[in-house]
């Protein structure tokens, strides 16, 4: 194995092949296989559960680990929407997702952006409350959003299903530190050059924080995605339902047919991996920029 070196000469700088000594490729050859292994490690449980979902349910339930079926059931995905409503149930979560990731954009921005800029009476008290929402667990206040909820008459809705995410304390907080590391000169300078508030926030600063806007969006996402307690506590008909909820309702405290659940999770988790691979690198970007890990 070979490295490039940088020599000078009168005709300038020349990359010349450097050989790596023993100790660099046994170090090189060491972090390979302590990565391979590492990611071996973290994809399994995903490998596992495709061949639990390729197999009967006396070979998911034997004592002794079937690793590889003898004959692939794939009669185990065509059962899934026996079961279920999924396209329908698949729909519901496409659409709340999508309206929940464009309000916390739309509201979380513009929250952040005032939090951070702009001065008005009560911004500390306000902010406060704010964030003191994080440091509360949301099964706190769920009694309350479902009396609310069913007050306003939006039980068994998606109105009902995406109104409390509409807005998040956690996406205020990320996009008000994503506009405190801003520098006050863009402001200034455009406030000479005659713009208002709003034009500022939508022509110098919100260009500027997209790549913090990308992690708010890709948080979003799969956090509506993947919620389970709100949509079972304010949705009673599986029509309703989005795919999270619908996959709870495949397992049962007296028989359970485990394959035919692994199918409906791979086929509910595919979109966001689908998602993921395409748009992979702006995911690291988004998330290295902003400093989320």
């Excluded at 956690?170 to 405190?180: H, K, Q, V």
């Excluded at 713009?195 to 500022?200: G, L």
């Excluded at 949705?235 to 028989?255: K, N, V």
């Excluded at 991996?273 to 690198?281: E, K, P």
Aim: overall charge positive; charged content about 10%.
């Amino acid at each position: 194995m070979t490295t490039e070196a940088v020599v000078t000469g009168r005709g300038g700088s020349v990359r010349a092949p450097r050989r790596r000594t023993g100790g660099e490729r046994r170090s090189y050859v060491a972090a390979h296989i302590v990565l391979g292994v590492g990611a071996l490690i973290m994809a399994f449980p995903f490998l596992w559960q495709i061949i639990m979902s390729l197999s009967t349910n006396a070979q998911v339930q034997s004592v002794t680990p079937v690793f590889w079926p003898g004959e692939l059931q794939w009669d185990n995905y065509a059962e899934v929407f026996q079961r279920l409503p999924f396209l329908q149930q698949f729909g519901n979560s496409v659409l709340i997702t999508v309206i929940r990731t464009v309000a916390q954009l739309i509201l979380c921005t513009m929250a952040g952006y005032a939090f951070a800029r702009l001065r008005f009476r009560g911004r500390g008290i306000l902010l406060a409350v704010v964030l003191s929402i994080l440091m509360v667990p949301s099964q706190v206040y769920l009694l309350s959003q479902y009396q609310i909820i069913q007050n306003i008459g939006l039980l068994n809705s998606i109105g009902g299903l995406v109104l409390p995410g509409l807005f998040s304390a956690f996406g205020t907080f990320l996009m008000r530190t994503a506009f405190l590391a801003m520098p006050a000169e863009l402001e200034e300078a455009a406030r000479l050059d005659g713009a208002n508030t709003f034009q500022i926030f939508w022509r110098i600063m919100l260009p500027l924080a997209t790549p913090t806007m990308s992690v708010l969006a890709i948080t979003t996402v799969l956090w509506s995605w993947n919620e389970l307690l709100w949509p079972l506590v304010v949705s009673s008909y599986s029509t309703q339902m989005p795919l999270s909820a619908g996959l709870a309702t495949l397992l049962s405290d007296r028989t359970t047919d485990y394959p035919v659940a692994m199918a409906a999770s791979i086929l509910a988790m595919a979109p966001v991996l689908i998602m993921f691979i395409i748009l992979q690198r702006r995911v690291i970007d988004g998330l290295a920029s902003s400093g989320l890990k």
